[in-house]
Structures are given as structure tokens and as C-alpha cells.
């Protein structure tokens, strides 16, 4: 099969490898569409060399979605035809975390021989023609829905996660910071579970209008004012009930911590490549705050697929790109530099 194959940093090579076979209870999957996450820039470049991949050469890749074209044994809830989506994350299956369901969180993350899965990451992902995976990380694709858009139920059901675990709640204020693609799709799953008004922070650009385009009520442009003081003129000087924080930028996460207001909820989802970055816990512990991060969407991928089939979450706007999978090369400068306008690139194998 035809693949992008990582042989080191800045070292993807289009080239034909071995097909996979599929194990127990896995499945062969033609791979229709992949997007780029924003994730995969950083592992191709060696950012996180040595965890992500944890060796070369590596097949990265993993918000995908095909048709399975054959079985591994034991088998039984898919048959050869069936339309699938993926997610990145299968847990051992057995250790605590995985037993109370918080399986992206596995105590036995990247050790092969247990069963743990990260596919793209630390198992060989979708960048390719086909993928074996497990079964219980693929779902059912519903016919109306399209293989590219089929490619974003991975990143629609991190942003239904981030929303849960912020607990947004009927009536409640919602901001959203940084109007990437993940940042899209909270501020459509924040509507969805209830929120009355949605804020998009960030800069001047086809992101920030896309988000007035998505769901967003407000918009703040940390290009012409300060993020803090503009959010709390829209909101009388209190802050929002919520501020979810999607851009994985320090200078980002620090003021989110500033917007919500007293008693309010704060949801990390960016990586800040380990940066320290200094926060005023008095304000933390006499405004009663609470703070979460988030890994993965567990369990919120079949969640999610019929809010994208029904239209309540609108993937298609946020898909800017469609490229051959040989053009990797070229999507990725698009998608990294944000060229023509650039927020979501699909490639099809």
C-alpha cells in the first residue's frame, strides 16, 4: 500500500510499505479520508520525539475514516462493507482507569504488549491506504455522512468532552479561546448541550468569523483590545460562566484563567510544549474555580456522531482543504503557515 511513512524529523517520505493484517479482534480499514490534527505538525517535526512517535519509521496519523474490507478473528460486530470513523485512543481494557471508562488515561499507555493503543502516536496510525485497528476504536459511519466529514467526529467528540467537563449548563456563558478547528467545533457542541451565548477569542482572521459563522453569539479580537477587558464588557464586568481554552498557547491559557467569574469552570485541551506558565491560585481558591484538562474524547465519539448527522454540529465549513494523500507535504505547510484560509486539510489515499 501507498503510505506516509515518518523516517525522523521533517522526514515524511510518500512510499509504498506492507500492507497491515488484523489481529484479534481488529479490523482491516480502507482509508477514505484523514485530516491533519493540529497535533501532527509538532510530531513530525520531532517535537515530541522519542514518545510520539517512539520510533522510526512511523506511520502517524489518525482522524480518518473508510470501509472495513476485512476481519481479524473473534470479530462480530463489524462485517466487511461497514463505513467507519476512528478515534485515536484503545486502553489496555483492564487496569483501573480503563475499568471505570477513562481508557485515554490508560496506567498502561504505550506499553504494545498490554493491549494500549494510541494509533498515530505510539501504534502505527492512517496516513496510509489501509489500517488495522482495534474494534473498539472505530464506529459506525452513517451513510449521510461523508468520509471527510467523517474524518472529524475524533476532533468533534474532543470538543463534546471539553464541554462535559466544563458541565456548561442550560442558560449558562460560554468563551471559547482560540477559533482553530477544535475551537469550532466546542463552540457548536457548547449550543448544542445548552449554552445561550457563546464568546470566540481570538485574532482577526477567516477562523474568528468562521466561529460568528458556527454558533458564536460574540467575538473578541485580541488583535485590537485586551482579551480580558473585552470579554468582560460583553459581560457586564462579571466574566463567563465557562471559558474552554483550545489554542495551546501560553499567553492563551494564562488569560483564560482571567475570563471565567466567580465560581466558574476552566477546560484546558492545548499543549503549551511544557511551557511554566504563572498563575495567582489565591484567585483560584477565593473565587471557588475549578480547573480541568482534558485527554481524548473517551467515550464521546458514538455521542457525538448523530449531532454531526443531524447538523447541529456543521463539520463541512471547517473543512477548507482537500488534497491527495501524496500532497502531505504541501497540506501540512498549508495547514501549519495558514495559507489560503486555511483551517481544516483532508487528504484522501
Known amino acids: 500500500m501507498n503510505a506516509i511513512v515518518l523516517y525522523g524529523p521533517n522526514d515524511a517520505r510518500y512510499e509504498m510499505v506492507a500492507t497491515p493484517q488484523p489481529g484479534p479482534m481488529e479490523v482491516l480499514c480502507k482509508v477514505r479520508a484523514i485530516a491533519i490534527c493540529g497535533t501532527d505538525p509538532g510530531i513530525v517535526s520531532g ?24 476481519l481479524g478473528p473473534g470479530v462480530s460486530n463489524f462485517k466487511v462493507g461497514d463505513r467507519v470513523c476512528a478515534e485515536a485512543h484503545k486502553g489496555c481494557g483492564y487496569c483501573r482507569n480503563c475499568m471505570v471508562g477513562r481508557y485515554t488515561i490508560c496506567e498502561n499507555y504505550g506499553k504494545l504488549e498490554t493491549g494500549h493503543r494510541h494509533y498515530g502516536f505510539t ?40 464541554v462535559k467537563k466544563g458541565r456548561v449548563y442550560s442558560g449558562d456563558t460560554v468563551a471559547v479561546v482560540g477559533p482553530g478547528a477544535l475551537g469550532l467545533l466546542v463552540t457548536q457542541c457548547a449550543k448544542t448541550l445548552g449554552a445561550t451565548t457563546v464568546i470566540a477569542v481570538g485574532r482577526a482572521g477567516p477562523r474568528l468569523e468562521m466561529s460568528k459563522k458556527l454558533g458564536a453569539d460574540e467575538v473578541v479580537d485580541v488583535t485590537r483590545e485586551d482579551p480580558v477587558k473585552g470579554l468582560k464588557e460583553l459581560t457586564g464586568g462579571k466574566g463567563v460562566d465557562v471559558a474552554i481554552e483550545s489554542a495551546g498557547k501560553p499567553d492563551a491559557i494564562r488569560y483564560t484563567f482571567d475570563l471565567v467569574k466567580r465560581g466558574g469552570r476552566i477546560v484546558l485541551t492545548g499543549l503549551s510544549g511544557r511551557t511554566e506558565i504563572p498563575i495567582i491560585t489565591d484567585r483560584l481558591v477565593l473565587d471557588d474555580l475549578d480547573v480541568s484538562g482534558i485527554r481524548g474524547n473517551p467515550n464521546c465519539c458514538d455521542e457525538v456522531i448523530p449531532y454531526i448527522a443531524s447538523g447541529r454540529v456543521n463539520v463541512q465549513p471547517i473543512i477548507t482543504h482537500v488534497v491527495p494523500l501524496r500532497d502531505f507535504g504541501r497540506a501540512l505547510e498549508i495547514v501549519t503557515k495558514r495559507l489560503e484560509g486555511a483551517i481544516k486539510a483532508v487528504l484522501r489515499p
Open 47 to 70: 517535537k515530541f520525539k522519542g514518545m510520539w512517535p517512539p520510533s522510526y519509521p512511523f506511520i502517524i496519523g489518525h482522524e480518518w475514516a473508510g470501509e472495513v474490507v476485512a
Open 123 to 162: 501504534a502505527q496510525g492512517g496516513y496510509a491506504e489501509y489500517c488495522a485497528i482495534s474494534t473498539r476504536s472505530v464506529h459506525h459511519l452513517p451513510d449521510s455522512v461523508s468520509f471527510e466529514v467523517g474524518t472529524q467526529v475524533d476532533n468533534a467528540a474532543v470538543a463534546l468532552y471539553a
